[in-house]
């Protein structure tokens, strides 16, 4: 989640979590800072992690994560499309 202030200035956020690996089931914890471009995101939109997804298939490279925006409430305001 981030703040609208967050979605309205170029900041970078820490996000952490736990990925399973589908095939062993093994959990590990990765944390990577993500930068939130200087035009803001919507909220349900995609920003990519370059090279952070999955492993490729036959020892390939990695792919690229994809994360989904969502709003944190604030305790003022609301956002309905494009308006605060």
């Known amino acids: ?10 900041t970078t956020q820490r996000i952490s979590f736990t990925k ?5 089931g093994k959990e590990s ?5 993500v930068r939130i471009p200087p035009s803001g995101v919507r909220e349900s939109q995609r920003l990519r992690v370059t090279g952070q997804g999955g492993a490729g298939v036959g ?4 792919g690229d994560l994809f994360l989904r925006v969502h ?3 604030h305790p003022e305001f609301r956002v309905k499309g494009s308006d605060l």
């Open 1 to 10: 989640m981030v703040t609208l202030y967050e979605v309205s200035k170029a």
């Open 20 to 24: 399973v690996d589908p095939l062993s």
């Open 29 to 33: 914890s990765h944390a990577y800072n």
């Open 59 to 62: 020892g390939g490279p990695a």
């Open 71 to 73: 709003y944190a409430k």
